[in-house]
């Protein structure tokens, strides 16, 4: 009885401190669950077209209304996120992990190497993300694949930076120096000592990144440079529907009330994620 009592103390004790988190956390896992059960959860298919019902309100029938082909924009809304949470999670892992390899070589190494990484960073960082990716997929061409390179090469710097950053404070630390006096390796350093240490910090930005990730496929989608006109995709949904604003606004409203939305819940989680990571907040009682 004491246990249960317990455990329920903590659960309340965490669902007050991290409120805004878990609902975050939980809006985004069933986003990403539908989007992943597409198939089965559709209840039509996104691309079947119906002009007798074009522009139908929404309805018990069609719970989003239907565009101006007569496809259903439920069905279309819940296929949409497939695109964009793809090509998100794709750019945000492999910026993560260009980013890392580029940050612990330039901060671990330093020297002329840390140079020359940190001012081609500083570059990057020089143009504005979502004008970079543009610029990347004008030259690679239009396509889902070049705008997931596109995104995860605009942000590589950001995780280059900040894993730099961390990477010169920890070589310092007295279990580094303990290490290396011992014979050990700097791969064994690396490994063993730097990367644990690092992964917090990132994760954590990894989370915020997949908020601007998402924004940025939205975006590029939205003025074409990512998916085929007609697939089911959020941005290319509100691209769509823009100029039927005024006669079905339910076209273009419900793809882009699911981006706000999924944005915000995945800017919640990394608020909750810092916040549970950080030792000075927990200190803290933040």
């Not at 580029?102 to 671990?108: E, Q, R």
């Not at 081609?120 to 997931?148: C, E, H, K, Q």
């Not at 990367?195 to 074409?224: D, E, R, T, W």
């Amino acid at each position: 009885m004491r246990a249960q009592t317990n455990m329920r103390s903590r659960i309340g004790a965490a669902w007050r401190r991290y409120d805004i988190a878990l609902a975050g956390s939980c809006v985004f896992g069933f986003v990403l669950l539908v989007t992943i059960l597409a198939s089965v959860v559709a209840p039509y298919d996104p691309m079947a077209r119906n002009i007798k019902n074009r522009f139908a309100p929404p309805s018990p029938e069609y719970a989003f209304g239907t565009d101006q082909l007569g496809r259903d924009v439920f069905s279309r809304v819940i296929h949409g996120g497939r695109p964009i949470l793809g090509a998100s999670f794709t750019a945000v892992v492999c910026a993560l992990a260009a980013g890392t390899i580029i940050g612990v070589a330039a901060g671990y190494l330093g020297g002329w190497l840390d140079t020359v990484l940190m001012r081609l960073m500083d570059i990057m960082l020089s143009f504005p993300s979502i004008l970079l990716a543009i610029l990347i997929v004008a030259t690679l061409g239009v396509g889902l694949l070049n705008v997931t390179v596109a995104i995860g090469f605009s942000m590589a710097p950001v995780f280059a930076r900040l894993t730099r950053s961390i990477v010169i404070t920890l070589v310092h630390e007295e279990y580094v120096a303990a290490a290396r006096s011992l014979g050990a390796t700097d791969r064994h350093i690396v490994w063993q000592h730097i990367l644990p240490n690092l992964m917090p910090p990132i994760i954590v930005q990894a989370s915020a990144m997949l908020a601007v990730a998402v924004g940025a496929a939205s975006a590029l989608n939205f003025i074409g440079l990512g998916v085929e006109p007609g697939t089911p995709d959020w941005g290319m949904m509100v691209a769509e529907g823009q100029r039927l604003i005024f006669d079905a606004p339910h076209v273009p409203l419900f793809p882009g009330l699911v981006i706000t939305v999924t944005v915000l819940s995945v800017n919640y989680m990394g608020d909750g994620l810092r916040d549970h990571l950080d030792p000075k907040l927990r200190r803290q009682g933040v």
